[in-house]
């Protein structure tokens, strides 16, 4: 039910039972209690649904994205120490884009706690775009009631998942550019990459290849194109030169 809109009487005709019940049941979702549990009520306040626009979640959405951004910038910075400036930044807008606010939102189900105003919509999808608005300003409500230990761990429990996965992507997306750095730093000389084996049928084929400097081959990776072969294999020489585990590797 979380994608229908509930039209909420207007905050002074809300029964005060009611009213409680909504923000019971939101904390339960969210797995935060407040002590302020008037911030829960701006938050989950469209302005449809406000006396005043100050009384809505407009002034909180600004203060909870700054919040998103900085803990995602905090992470990033940390788990991904050789990336460069502009991947840092190509990973944080797909972490903390409005699309990926709004599925966040859609994961704890805030539409059910939303108060609009009867003149928004009888019933439908809530939008994309008002979902991601009340994910920030839920992140600020819990800044402000809790402090910043308590909103960075609301916000790692969604982002977390969301970095390793566009992290990991961006690695294998830039690993032959990285290696390549790497390889002239280290060896003054450029990866070479060659195809070692290739199985299945042609519409359906599998590649094998491995990328060299000089006379040492780095360990080999299979995928489903030869680019991405290329890309694997480039990620497991980056990591046999690093002394880590292999990605990717060929049994």
Same mark, same amino acid.
């Given at each position: 039910?979380?994608?229908?809109?509930?039209i909420?009487?207007?905050?002074?005709?809300?029964?005060?039972?009611?009213?409680r019940?909504?923000?019971?049941?939101? /904390?339960?979702?969210?797995? @935060?209690?407040?002590?302020?549990?008037?911030?829960?009520?701006?938050?989950?306040?469209?302005? !449809?649904?406000?006396?005043?626009?100050?009384?809505?979640?407009?002034?909180?959405?600004?203060?909870?994205? !700054?919040?998103?951004?900085?803990?995602?910038? &905090? /992470?990033?910075?940390?788990?991904?120490?050789?990336?460069q400036?502009?991947?840092?930044?190509?990973?944080?807008?797909v972490?903390? !884009?409005?699309?990926?606010?709004?599925?966040f939102?859609?994961?704890?189900?805030?539409?059910?706690?939303?108060?609009?105003?009867?003149?928004?919509?009888?019933?439908?999808?809530?939008?994309?775009?008002?979902?991601?608005?009340?994910?920030?300003?839920?992140?600020?409500?819990?800044?402000?009631?809790? %402090?910043?230990? &308590?909103?960075?761990?609301?916000?790692?429990?969604?982002?977390?998942?969301?970095?390793?996965?566009?992290?990991?992507?961006?690695?294998? !997306?830039?690993?032959?550019?990285?290696?390549?750095?790497?390889?002239?730093?280290?060896?003054?000389?450029?990866p070479?990459? @060659?195809?070692?084996?290739?199985?299945?049928?042609?519409?359906?084929?599998?590649?094998?290849? +491995?990328?060299?400097?000089?006379?040492?081959?780095?360990?080999? +990776?299979?995928?489903?194109?030869?680019?991405d +072969? &290329?890309?694997?294999? +480039?990620?497991?020489?980056?990591?046999?030169?690093? %002394? &880590?585990?292999?990605?990717?590797?060929?049994?």
């Open positions: 039910m979380a994608d229908l809109y509930f909420m009487p207007p905050p002074d005709t809300l029964p005060a039972s009611r009213e019940t909504i923000l019971d049941e939101c /904390q339960d979702a969210i797995g @935060y209690r407040f002590r302020r549990p008037e911030l829960l009520r701006a938050a989950l306040t469209h302005t !449809s649904g406000a006396n005043t626009r100050a009384a809505s979640n407009e002034r909180l959405e600004f203060l909870g994205d !700054s919040v998103l951004g900085l803990v995602t910038c &905090e /992470q990033l910075f940390a788990q991904f120490p050789d990336y400036e502009g991947d840092l930044t190509k990973v944080k807008s972490v903390v !884009s409005r699309k990926t606010c709004a599925k939102s859609q994961e704890i189900g805030l539409g059910d706690f939303l108060f609009l105003g009867k003149g928004v919509s009888n019933y439908g999808e809530i939008p994309s775009n008002m979902l991601a608005d009340v994910f920030e300003s839920l992140i600020a409500a819990i800044f402000l009631d809790g %402090g910043w230990d &308590e909103a960075k761990a609301f916000i790692l429990r969604f982002i977390g998942p969301e970095l390793d996965r566009v992290g990991r992507e961006a690695v294998n !997306s830039n690993s032959k550019s990285q290696l390549q750095q790497v390889v002239q730093r280290e060896y003054g000389d450029t070479r990459y @060659y195809l070692l084996d290739e199985q299945g049928p042609d519409h359906d084929k599998c590649f094998k290849v +491995a990328a060299q400097v000089g006379e040492h081959r780095f360990p080999a +990776a299979w995928g489903r194109t030869k680019k +072969a &290329e890309l694997k294999a +480039a990620v497991n020489a980056l990591a046999d030169i690093n %002394g &880590e585990p292999l990605p990717f590797p060929v049994g």
